[in-house]
């Protein structure tokens, strides 16, 4: 990866991401929300903003962070803005949280405190995006994968404005102006810019090149992977036009479907390129993390034909919740832990052995990990979500939250396997590790970089 470097507070956001994640599947375990409570219940809220803020957000948010600056070869925009966008962000959910709450008579707080936490989060994610999209600004003409990256960071724009508008709504505070009729419509459009918009199409960006370099397999822009970006473009476009709409308004009777289809096509092409990339792969030995993304595009297109099926049957509105757990668990999760693992593996070799490289001896990336331990770790995590699905469909309270417990635990054990690796307990003496470094800090930055 020429001219990497590290993002000071991206292995912050990581950590934080993964404490939200087994905060929000714990709650899945005890019962707190779906599937023992309905899916609008405000408890099921609090946990799904906390995976889809507290962990996928975070998580997309310092890998971009780390990753914006190698696809354009440009250095972070801003950079001092990232740990001010993360105190932010999680102050913004954790206010939303306490108004979820509020509004579900647990507890008793300001209704203020539900728009307060999505004005946070707006803001958080604003500096975000001026980081991220002041870095593309600096490189462009922009490679397709930054492409991707800057229309998902569109897609987040929106998610962050319609959430906003939402805690107006949620909090009586939108009166009898046209927000206050902006659900329910307003939601599938706001789930859609999130999962698909933004975190989905960042996923693609930054998989064909992590993917490439991963596998070294030839990097080029394929036909395919230019159509994928103009449909996505052109389903991202519809999703904005209809929130325009519903401000006006009008009615979108289900049009956000379009989007939805837009979408299915162009990942049937991202998969195409992806078996491409693994065909052409120069590493003959796939490991673990390029295994488990492989997976993780498997889970992305058992999705899409789930979409197909239930939307040819008329079952989609019925059976969306289990599809929504495939696609955040089996596709988004499972690739953010596939490849959070490699990253923090890489980012602390660059951090510890980087100064010293071509003065002395240093272990190689594979050294700091033991990918006999994590794997069984990731197959457990694997067979559970699916389990977790099946008991979705078939209604099964208590299997699924069986399943999730294992989903919990295996979680849990691969952020130890994380936290190991930052520690380097894996390399040993004969491979390099006797570096007159510091070793890296589990989640702060070092401090000889603060200056």
Not at 31 to 56: N, R, S
Not at 143 to 159: E, K, M
Not at 166 to 184: D, E, R, Y
Not at 240 to 268: C, E, Q, R, T
Request: glycine letters at 8%.
């Amino acid at each position: 990866m020429q001219g990497a470097s590290i993002s000071r507070w991206t292995m912050t956001y990581f950590a934080t991401s993964l404490v939200f994640l087994l905060i929000g599947q714990a709650l899945l375990v005890v019962g707190f929300g779906y599937p023992v409570l309905q899916v609008e219940a405000p408890e099921t809220l609090v946990i799904v903003h906390l995976l889809a803020i507290g962990w996928l957000g975070l998580l997309f948010c310092g890998a971009l962070l780390q990753f914006v600056p190698v696809l354009v070869a440009r250095p972070l925009h801003a950079p001092s803005l990232a740990v001010h966008a993360l105190i932010l962000l999680i102050a913004g959910l954790l206010l939303l949280c306490l108004g979820f709450l509020h509004l579900a008579g647990r507890i008793e707080v300001s209704v203020f405190l539900l728009p307060m936490g999505a004005l946070l989060l707006t803001i958080g994610f604003g500096f975000v995006i001026y980081m991220i999209g002041g870095t593309l600004v600096a490189g462009t003409p922009l490679a397709l994968p930054a492409r991707f990256v800057a229309l998902g960071l569109l897609s987040l724009g929106g998610t962050a404005g319609l959430g906003f508008l939402f805690s107006l709504q949620l909090s009586g505070l939108a009166g009898t102006t046209p927000l206050a009729n902006f659900l329910p419509d307003g939601l599938s459009i706001h789930a859609y810019l999130g999962l698909v918009g933004w975190m989905s199409v960042s996923a693609f960006g930054v998989s064909y090149r992590l993917l490439a370099m991963f596998l070294l397999a030839p990097e080029r822009e394929r036909r395919t992977s230019r159509f994928a970006f103009y449909l996505l473009a052109a389903s991202t476009t519809i999703a904005l036009s209809l929130v325009l709409v519903l401000l006006l308004g009008g009615a979108i009777h289900g049009l956000i479907y379009a989007s939805l289809a837009l979408a299915a096509v162009a990942a049937l092409l991202f998969s195409t390129d992806v078996v491409a990339m693994y065909r052409q792969r120069k590493r003959k030995v796939l490991e673990l993390n390029t295994v488990i993304t492989a997976v993780a595009v498997a889970a992305m297109l058992v999705s899409v034909l789930g979409f197909v099926l239930l939307a040819s049957f008329g079952t989609l509105e019925q059976q969306l919740a289990p599809l929504v757990y495939l696609v955040c668990f089996g596709w988004l999760t499972t690739l953010g832990l596939g490849q959070l693992y490699k990253i923090a593996a890489f980012m602390t070799w660059l951090e510890h052995y980087g100064p010293v490289l071509g003065r002395q001896a240093v272990p190689r990336v594979q050294d700091l990990v033991n990918e006999r331990r994590a794997s069984r770790w990731f197959y457990l995590y694997i067979c559970a979500v699916a389990a977790a699905v099946l008991a979705l469909l078939l209604g099964s309270v208590a299997l699924f939250r069986t399943v999730a417990l294992l989903q919990t635990v295996s979680v849990g054990m691969l952020a130890l396997e994380i936290a190991r690796t930052r520690r380097l307990r894996y390399v040993s003496l004969s491979s390099g590790s006797a570096v007159t470094m510091p070793r890296p800090n589990l989640f702060l930055p070092h401090p000889l970089e603060r200056k």
